[in-house]
């Protein structure tokens, strides 16, 4: 991929054309290894233009589809470098991006709705540091002016999860390996309001994410059947959460802060029936931060869309 033509051309696309990145090689080689391989396809996702790939599909593994798949559909924008004048090849690129207006959120604010991918990238054939400056333009899309805030930090490749604690303007850098990347997702926290953190279904980080209803448990169908059990154990809310997940079944996570209401009892994860038509299905999460929760859901829940969360 010719990363330079790409970056530099970014500000052009829907202006004068619509960016077309290189042909995405997504089977593995001698050449690259595959958090290099995240780096191109982070450069090719954030051109926000037509992506080609030439790879045979039956010569790929499934781990390396599945990459394919969080790419599609393209993003709506193109990023915008940080350093075009200051980099001979770009290193910091920022999209800000929103929920669509089809979206159906309830009981979640505004502020929460928007949020920023941030990648940094290592060009060179070295290990080195790669700091992050934001404009404050940037930084006021999800930072309140004046008011201390939290913000939550997902590495969407590497899936690691991060609370960061005052302002963005003073984020640390990071070490990166030659020609890798870091592709975060910034989200402001917004005390006692669960949050959708974000997923490995796209690479948006959640433009997949097509409703978010927080209701009392005790007042479902759910709480007065299943989950009766949890509403004695002290469970108080529940989340109807639907993922646009492209209808194949895969293993898929998802990032959510629950502030909590129960301290140290993690939220349980419901799909309907399992592939074998028994019981309703759980599935615990696992605690990554403070009240953030990594729920994994199998392959067998994970064709439809819609889950539901108590704690």
Request: hydrophobic share 45%; charged share 20%.
């Amino acid at each position: 991929m010719q990363v330079r033509n790409t970056v530099v051309r970014l500000a052009f696309h829907k202006r004068l054309w619509l960016n077309d990145p290189d042909c995405l090689i997504l089977r593995e080689n001698d050449e690259t290894n595959l958090a290099q391989v995240h780096a191109l396809l982070s450069v090719a996702a954030l051109s926000g233009g037509t992506l080609i790939f030439s790879d045979p599909p039956e010569d790929l593994t499934a781990e390396r589809v599945a990459l394919l798949r969080t790419l599609l559909p393209p993003l709506p924008h193109a990023a915008t470098p940080l350093d075009l004048l200051q980099s001979r090849i770009p290193e910091r690129l920022a999209l800000p991006l929103k929920l669509p207006e089809d979206a159906v959120i309830e009981g979640c604010d505004v502020p929460a709705q928007t949020w920023l991918i941030v990648a940094l990238f290592n060009w060179t054939a070295q290990v080195r540091d790669v700091k992050l400056v934001l404009s404050p333009e940037l930084i006021s899309r999800i930072e309140i002016e004046g008011k201390h805030c939290s913000f939550h930090k997902l590495d969407f490749w590497s899936k690691k999860y991060t609370r960061l604690e005052g302002p963005l303007a003073k984020l640390t850098a990071a070490s990166l390996a030659p020609r890798c990347c870091e592709l975060l997702l910034l989200r402001r926290v917004t005390p006692g309001v669960a949050q959708f953190v974000g997923s490995d279904v796209h690479i948006s980080g959640g433009l997949e994410l097509s409703s978010w209803r927080e209701m009392n448990l005790a007042e479902t169908q759910l709480g007065r059947d299943v989950g009766r059990d949890l509403v004695a154990d002290g469970y108080q809310k529940l989340l109807h959460v639907s993922l646009h997940t492209g209808g194949s079944p895969r293993q898929l996570q998802m990032w959510v802060y629950l502030p909590a209401i129960k301290p140290a009892a993690p939220p349980v994860l419901f799909y309907g029936k399992d592939a074998e038509g028994a019981e309703d299905f759980r599935a615990e999460a696992t605690a990554v931060g403070a009240d953030v929760w990594r729920i994994s859901v199998p392959p067998a829940c994970s064709q439809g869309t819609t889950f539901q969360v108590a704690w």
